[in-house]
């Protein structure tokens, strides 16, 4: 049932943007309740509720945190978040230095 939620999904690379719209469409869900957008999430401006993030490598963790703080703002109200990180295992150790 369609109860007015709607999800945007961005992503850097292309060919996984093509692939996500492929299954949207496939599944209806293209145009209706899911959109996905193929870019760079720093040129991503749009308003937003919740960020969500799953194997957010690297600085992206960084990234999605400072554009719900810009969000908050700008806005009465404060989005959300659920970031899940990767890349544990790339994280040095401090202690070790």
């Known amino acids: ?8 999904v961005v992503e850097l690379r292309p060919e ?14 293209l145009g209706t ?8 999430l720093r040129d991503y401006h749009e308003h ?3 960020a969500l993030a799953c194997h957010a490598c690297g600085g992206l963790v960084d990234l999605i945190l400072e554009k719900c703080v810009a969000a ?8 959300s978040f659920v ?7 790339k994280i040095r150790r401090h202690s070790q230095a």
């Open 83 to 89: 970031l899940l990180t990767c890349c544990f295992g």
């Open 72 to 79: 908050a703002a700008t806005s009465t109200m404060r989005p």
């Open 16 to 29: 996984y943007a093509a692939q996500g719209e492929q299954r949207a469409q496939e599944a209806g869900l």
């Open 48 to 50: 937003f509720d919740v």
């Open 1 to 8: 049932r369609n109860l007015g939620e709607r999800l945007t």
């Open 33 to 40: 309740t899911l959109r996905i957008v193929a870019g760079d």
